[in-house]
Structure formats: C-alpha cells, structure tokens
C-alpha cells in the first residue's frame, strides 16, 4: 500500500510551503477514504503498514491533471489542492494532487514513470 | 485554528523527504485528534477553516523536544515522527514533530519564536 503525492515544479515554492500543501493533500485523501469501502480497507492496512507516502514531481499542470484523470478511471482515490495563495503563488493555484492509500501495483501503473521531488 | 509541525534542520533531508515527514505528522495528528471531545471540536473547526499548516523550523532534537512537552502539558494533541531511515537518515531518527490543531493562541505560546521552513 501506498498513498501518491505529486507536486508541481513550474510553479516557485520553498521547501516549507511544499511541505504543507503535500500534508493537505495526504489529510484531505486519509478523511475522503474513511468509511468508503475499498478505499477504507485499503486506508486501514496503509496505516497498518507505516502510512508509506512517496512524494513525486510533474513539470506541468495538464500532465498532472491528466494523471489524476487516469488514477480516478481506475477507480483510484483522489485528490486536487488549490492553494489559498496568501504567500508564494498566485490565489487559486493547483500545486499538487494525491492518489491513494491504495495498492503498489494500482499506483504504479499510473506514476511509475515520475521522479522523486 | 492551526496545525504547526516543526522539522528539523540540523538533520538532512531533501524537500520530498521534508514533506513526506510533514504529511505523516499531520495525517497523525487528525488521527489522534478524532473523537477525542475538545481536539475533536479543535479538528472540526480546523478543517472548516480549510485546515491551515504552518511548518516551521528547529535546529536541534533537545530544543524539538522541549517544545513538544509544553505543548503537552498545555493539553495540546502533539506527535513525534520517528523515520523509517530507508533513505536519506539513520533508522529511528525524529525528524519533524506536531501540535494541534488548536486554537492560534494556544500554540503561539509554544511556537511563536520560531521560523517557517
């Protein structure tokens, strides 16, 4: 098991405003998978399992939107984070997307190609 | 309301390593804070606050400590994220810790000295 988190590198960030918008992104797919079934199965044996997150980068906006399309036809939890754009970046502005807790081989059809941020 | 989690500095981590350390203490956080009468309301109205973050930093492991016994003794929900040391840090190293969510002044008492990431 494991839960995708995927940032933008086209937009500036520092390192403590990633680090925020990637713990949205992991709080907001942890409470939308609780009580859904599979997806709460597979949220459960992720946090059996040390809650194991990668956090990965995309170099645009539309390439990450279309793996995010990809991982909820798969039938994949998912999640957008739009940020609120006091500081850094512009108001409204997608800065990464998650996908998960789900299983390795799920996930990694749709991001195994990706780098490590 | 805010969540803050403190990382590490004197320790290195690349900035995929800071933010998944980040999201691990803010998924435990919520975690620990649901159905747990006053963090549960904190929780609540955090999250309706579109549940804001602040990551801040720290340079050592005593001075990382010391703030999260006075949170704890101020009756703050707070975690200490110990790394599985797969990549980058020796196994079992701390390398972030959190409070909250709570209200700001509560954890301003705590943290206000510090910087962000």
Redesign the interface.
């Known amino acids: 098991m494991k839960m995708i ?1 995927i ?1 933008r590198t086209d937009i500036e960030m ?14 907001s797919l ?2 939308a998978s609780m009580g859904r079934s599979t997806w709460n199965q597979w949220l459960e044996a992720w ?1 059996e399992e ?2 194991p ?5 995309i170099s645009s906006l539309s390439e990450l939107l279309e793996r995010i399309e990809r991982a909820k036809s798969q039938g994949l939890q998912t999640t957008i984070i739009t940020d ?1 754009g006091r500081t850094q970046v512009e108001p409204g502005t997608i800065t990464c997307a998650g996908i998960g807790p789900a299983p390795d081989n799920e996930i990694d059809k749709i991001t195994s190609d990706l780098k ?2």
């Open positions: 988190i940032v520092g390192k403590g405003k990633i680090a925020a918008q990637v713990a949205h992104a992991a709080v942890v409470l946090l040390g809650q997150k990668v956090v990965l980068k609120a490590l941020l």
